[in-house]
């Protein structure tokens, strides 16, 4: 079943507020190639699979989190957290191959960083079983709003990421703040 991305976002606000989360006054528009996906967790804004291009043998996935007016411990230390995730191949520093870009967008102001390698994040927070993706790709984002941070966050197969890059490029751009 196809939506209209209007309807997805429509979709994903009905769910939070069943789900007993108020709806965010973080808009954006999700490119119609991507799915939903129930949020696994209250600060999970939104989840979406992002389809795997052809020869990858996984899809990516991008979460929306938020975790309150002052909650998330900041754009830096968030930054550093998703670079630390990335190990590289030939062992060097995850830091000097990632890029990095402070933009405002529709007022708001968007760190964003890039970086590829292996990802080796926790699968659960706090848990002590880690992924092991080689061939993996990051690009996540720090949305500063009025009411607090919000947390964006795209991994999956490099390919994957690569193709999906206008995409995550125009999801971002669809991003106001209605709070």
């Known amino acids: 079943m196809v939506f ?61 989190y938020f975790f309150g007016a002052s909650g998330g411990g900041g754009v830096e230390a968030n930054i550093d957290r998703w670079i630390g995730q990335m190990q590289q191949p030939d062992g060097s520093a995850s830091k000097d191959k990632a890029r990095r870009d402070t933009q405002t967008i529709n007022g708001l102001k968007v760190t964003t960083v890039d970086v590829s390698g292996t990802y080796v994040a926790e699968m659960r927070p706090g848990a ?4 092991n993706s080689p061939g993996f790709r990051l690009r996540a984002a720090v949305v500063e709003t009025p009411g607090g941070a919000y947390y964006i966050k795209m991994t999956g197969p490099a390919k994957t990421i690569a193709a999906a890059d206008a995409d995550f490029k125009k999801f971002l751009a669809s991003l106001r703040y209605t709070g």
């Open 4 to 64: 209209m991305p209007t309807l997805i976002l429509a979709v994903v606000a009905a769910a939070a507020a069943l789900q007993g989360a108020p709806a965010s006054p973080l808009t954006f528009t999700p490119p119609a190639a991507w799915h939903t996906r129930p949020a696994a967790s209250s600060m999970r804004v939104a989840e979406f699979v992002v389809p795997r291009a052809q020869g990858d043998a996984q899809d990516a996935e991008l979460i929306v």
């Open 128 to 131: 002590a079983e880690h992924h």
